[in-house]
């Protein structure tokens, strides 16, 4: 069955830099776009970037661009969102998901069928 572990999160302060992995498994890893999500507390759980199967990308916020940048190597089926820049908005648990598609489905979460158990990021200022 489809799964997908996150790791990489933790604590950095404002300013810094994180690399959150996500291992993918159960399905041909090379043919589908992965997406990064985050939900804050109290906030609707928001799309942050995909990355399709032939690797294009897209960063949904304003507020990341520039500052994230999304990645995936195929020959450890494992998509990274590399966070630089750490602003005191960027708390959240993020989430890698998939919805089995060669394209990126968008940035809600309805879209997406399949969830990771999500990784908690925490910036200290």
């Known amino acids: 069955q489809v799964q997908l572990v996150e790791s990489g999160g933790g604590l950095v302060q404002a300013g810094g830099s994180l690399r959150l992995s996500c291992a993918a498994s159960?399905?041909?890893?090379?043919?589908?776009?992965l997406a990064w999500f985050r939900q804050a507390p109290g906030k609707e759980r928001e799309g942050v970037s995909c990355?399709?199967?032939?690797?294009?990308?897209?960063y949904y916020p304003e507020s990341v661009k520039g500052r994230f940048a999304i990645s995936r190597d195929t020959t450890k089926n494992t998509v990274y969102l590399q966070m630089n820049r750490l602003e005191p908005e960027d708390p959240a648990v993020y989430y890698c998901a998939t919805a089995l598609l060669y394209l990126c489905s968008g940035r809600f979460p309805e879209e997406y069928h399949y969830w990771g158990q999500g990784t908690q990021v925490t910036v200290s200022s």
């Open positions: 159960g399905f041909t890893f090379d043919d589908y776009a």
């Open positions: 990355i399709t199967n032939s690797g294009g990308t897209t």
